[in-house]
């Protein structure tokens, strides 16, 4: 009986057109993690400490989206309490709001609740007219729509989207969902929530863009997805509402985006011409959005950040002054604090890379100072790992050389940074960040603790993807164990054996020409150092390392075969 039960509801799913809910998707986040589980546990976390904030940026039924997903992301955090929580408050609110009823059908299962999770079941059932209930069909569609869509909502805020092809993937199944929510309405979804549809598969064909734009026959393949996502932001601006203020600030500013990039085509993208805006230029557009948003800090801090993700960094702090005029008070307004410290930061890194090229003076140190003072405001009403992650690092340039990081200038900003560290590492996953044991163990090594520095670089090392291209943690840990071998000491062997288990696990991380780049790197910026390793390698007779380092900075066509004699000779 058990067996011809499962075979009818098989039978069941295989006939409906769309099945309510999140747990059956196909994401990542439904299935094993690919590496380690306190890596995915780590991103799931970040995630779903990001999605909180954009739940405010969310009106009318997209906030059950919203809602919906950090449901999902706290059922997979073994948060379920939190989870049946969530979706049982949307079931209240939204009775007819299908993914929440199977969502919490599904935690219900899980917490082995048989009654409470068959009520969910026969709930859905009905909602979708499948028992012939009191649903109407025009309603069950109405309904079909907003399950969709909301699905849809959830297929960008994957995780473990490490490669653009994965990405490009899951953004193009998050449109196919849209479309399918569009087609199932109809003209039965109001014309409003419709369009905050076509905002979203705007935003989402703007980032398809992005990613196709690197490829070969970037302009064939780009048109399609130009043309779309600038007819649906021409849609989503017929929107007159007030609560939509800022998807319409939004639009604006994405317009802009979009005419900007006109330019990267050979000829103008019709959809220009389709939409009225040939006469239009980005920078109006931008004006337009910023006036709209003028009053209200919260879009303003919208606009703010898209900007900042643009690169338009001038552009961005404005914005911010802008929502901090409006609203002050930093437990009210702390993004915009945020943000704007973000960017003093992002100026003040740029100009010493271009210092450290030689194409620029010294970088102001008063932009730290200022992201010090915006960070320190945030602190006060609403201390998180980030905030604390994001002083340690102003504390940390404050406390070295403007153009060399080796150089200690002020230990006293060195310890502070260290402070701000044992702050982030007391929040939950915070000892899984790679960037936080990378920063920790640069402070080491600048106050000499080279010990205690090369172990939290290891720590980072770890915590890499498999196969990842980010190699910061590996040049770290590289540089302070040569640091530690140029010491001295007792017993020199324990650097060696350490550096050698170093490349050696490096070389099973990382692609094989990373690591070799690094190498070279190491024996490019410590010549005198490597070669006295070299020395101290060989007199012991441990020659794997001394080849693999010889390797990374011999010509390559030495490595490759022996010139022929006759060649030696130069002809004069």
């Not at 994957?158 to 569009?182: G, I, M």
């Not at 950040?305 to 929502?323: D, P, S």
Request: net charge negative; proline share 3%; hydrophobic share 40%.
């Amino acid at each position: 009986m058990e067996g011809d039960s499962t075979e009818d509801i098989e039978s069941l799913i295989e006939d409906l057109d769309y099945i309510p809910g999140h747990f059956h998707l196909e994401l990542n986040l439904n299935c094993d993690p690919a590496g380690p589980l306190k890596l995915r546990l780590r991103d799931t976390y970040l995630k779903q400490e990001s999605l909180r904030g954009e739940l405010e940026a969310e009106a009318g039924c997209l906030q059950y989206a919203v809602r919906n997903l950090l449901g999902l992301l706290a059922f997979h955090l073994e948060q379920l309490e939190t989870a049946e929580e969530i979706f049982r408050s949307i079931c209240k609110e939204d009775p007819g709001n299908l993914n929440a009823w199977a969502n919490l059908g599904y935690v219900y299962d899980k917490l082995k609740r048989e009654l409470d999770a068959g009520e969910c079941v026969e709930k859905v059932s009905h909602l979708m007219g499948l028992d012939a209930g009191e649903a109407s069909q025009e309603e069950a569609r109405v309904l079909a729509a907003r399950c969709l869509a909301e699905q849809a909502y959830v297929y960008p805020y994957d995780v473990e989207l490490d490669s653009e092809e994965d990405l490009r993937e899951r953004l193009t199944a998050a449109l196919t969902l849209y479309n399918r929510a569009l087609y199932y309405g109809g003209n039965l979804i109001p014309i409003e929530e419709k369009r905050s549809w076509y905002f979203k598969m705007a935003t989402i064909y703007i980032r398809l863009d992005d990613i196709v734009k690197t490829k070969d026959d970037s302009e064939y393949s780009r048109l399609p997805h130009y043309n779309k996502g600038l007819k649906l932001l021409k849609e989503s601006l017929e929107s007159e509402k007030t609560q939509n203020k800022g998807q319409h600030a939004l639009a604006w500013c994405y317009v802009g985006l979009m005419l900007e990039r006109k330019e990267e085509f050979s000829t103008v993208p019709m959809s220009i011409h389709d939409c009225g805006f040939s006469a239009s230029d980005p920078l109006s557009c931008y004006g337009t959005a910023i006036k709209l948003a003028s009053d209200d800090a919260f879009t303003l801090n919208l606009l703010a950040k898209v900007f900042f993700l643009l690169g338009k960094h001038e552009m961005a702090t404005g914005i911010c002054n802008m929502a901090l005029n409006v609203l002050p008070d930093p437990e009210l307004n702390w993004q915009a604090y945020c943000t704007r410290a973000k960017i003093s930061m992002m100026l003040y890194i740029r100009d010493l890379e271009l210092a450290k090229q030689g194409h620029g003076g010294i970088p102001d140190r008063q932009k730290l100072t200022e992201a010090r003072k915006d960070l320190d405001k945030v602190l006060t009403v609403r201390p998180c790992l980030r905030t604390h992650l994001q002083m340690a690092q102003v504390y940390y340039y404050m406390g070295v050389d403007a153009l060399q990081e080796s150089l200690l200038v002020d230990e006293g900003a060195v310890n502070c940074a260290l402070v701000s560290l044992s702050h982030a590492l007391q929040f939950e996953l915070s000892d899984s960040l790679p960037d936080l044991h990378v920063l920790r163990g640069r402070c080491l090594l600048l106050k000499g603790e080279e010990q205690n520095a090369a172990d939290c670089f290891k720590q980072a090392m770890e915590l890499d993807r498999p196969r990842s291209t980010d190699t910061t943690a590996l040049r770290c840990l590289l540089e302070a164990l040569l640091a530690l071998f140029m010491q001295g000491g007792p017993d020199p062997t324990y650097a060696t054996t350490q550096l050698e288990l170093c490349v050696q696990k490096a070389e099973e991380r990382y692609p094989a020409d990373v690591v070799k780049a690094e190498l070279r790197c190491l024996c490019r910026t410590h010549t005198d150092e490597v070669t006295e390793l070299s020395r101290a390698l060989i007199r012991t007779g441990r020659l794997s390392l001394v080849r693999r380092l010889l390797h990374t900075v011999v010509p390559k066509q030495l490595v490759n075969k022996k010139r022929p004699l006759s060649r030696s000779f130069t002809i004069t």
